[in-house]
């Protein structure tokens, strides 16, 4: 029985549905390189740029837990041109999701316009969630401000243009965001990021983990599985049909990835486990669902995408 594990992100292709998650595996040109040639995964995402480069947060900044992971990276990236110039110039093979995450709203505008006025033709994402840049609010925490950011960046950019979505706790801000996203044509949410400001204590050093911001940090891994899994099923509830799902958090299985496509994700993104295991966590991932489709008799992702049975 063959199983097809091709998605779409409006008219974009993409062999597969694995992406890695921003940040992962995608700063420095040698990362990229190896993302591009791996055969597992679908497309390929960049690391989320701001304007000029940044060294990021002070270390430690990364530390693994039982179940998942705690960061407060703070953007380190090599600057906008360089991975502008990465998704225009290289040997492309595989579709690109080009991330940004400007400091302010001004930032975010003048980098859409330069990726308007370029000669790029992929997908861009608009990171409205990173929870670790001090002093930086996550803006898709604030609805006015995220409704009005819209509205100004659609009067001009006339690409494919989705946003990274912090999670959402309530469901009356599911009603609240999707209304807003609604309103514009957006190619696709993608959500979770890490769910901001958590803590770890090392009880023996009786310390927090993390240097940056007196040890808060942004929670992924297995740990977050359920709270994405519920993003993503509340927002496909909500949003329009052509706003398409990338599912992101706490993807470690095949199963794990079935289930936010059950949920509703087009798309599936992989983060903390990918750090932890390395590249070969697509192939791994890859198989484990191409098994779990054959048991169940599924050929393709439109066989269960979106079914999720109630009780
Ligand atoms: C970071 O660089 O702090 C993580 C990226 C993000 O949360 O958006």
């Not at 000029?52 to 992971?69: D, E, I, K, V």
């Not at 505008?109 to 006025?117: G, P, S």
């Not at 990021?193 to 940090?217: A, Q, T």
């Not at 496509?261 to 295991?277: K, P, R």
């Amino acid at each position: 029985m063959t199983v097809d594990l091709s998605s779409k992100i409006q008219n974009t292709q993409f062999k597969n549905l694995f992406l890695n998650a921003s940040g992962i595996h995608c700063q420095s040109k040698k990362e990229l390189e190896e993302l591009m040639n791996d055969h597992y995964s679908g497309g390929l995402v960049t690391k989320s740029a701001t304007p000029n480069s940044r060294f990021g947060n002070p270390l430690p900044r990364y530390h693994s837990l039982p179940a998942g992971s705690i960061n407060s990276m703070g953007l380190p990236n090599e600057g906008f041109q360089f991975y502008l110039d990465y998704v225009t110039h290289s040997n492309i093979q595989k579709p690109t999701i080009l991330s940004i995450a400007g400091m302010s709203k001004e930032e975010d505008l003048e980098l859409l316009h330069q990726i308007q006025d370029s000669k790029y033709q992929g997908l861009t994402e608009l990171n409205l969630s990173c929870p670790n840049v001090i002093g930086k609010p996550q803006m898709a925490y604030d609805f006015a401000s995220s409704n009005q950011m819209l509205k100004e960046i659609f009067a001009f950019f006339k690409k494919p243009l989705g946003i990274k979505l912090p999670p959402y706790f309530d469901l009356v801000h599911f009603d609240k965001i999707a209304k807003i996203l609604n309103q514009y044509p957006l190619s696709h949410v993608n959500t979770i990021n890490s769910i901001g400001n958590g803590m770890w204590v090392d009880v023996e050093k009786e310390s927090v983990v993390l240097k940056p911001k007196g040890g808060f940090g942004g929670i992924g891994g297995a740990i977050a599985l359920p709270t994405a899994l519920a993003n993503v099923r509340a927002l496909r509830q909500r949003l329009n049909a052509s706003i398409n799902i990338i599912g992101t958090g706490g993807v470690t299985s095949g199963k794990d990835a079935f289930a936010h496509v059950l949920c509703g994700a087009n798309m599936v993104s992989i983060g903390t486990q990918l750090y932890e295991e390395g590249l070969g966590a697509f192939q791994r991932i890859n198989n484990e669902l191409i098994e779990i489709m054959k048991a169940k008799g599924y050929h393709s992702l439109d066989d269960f995408r979106g079914k999720l049975k109630e009780q």
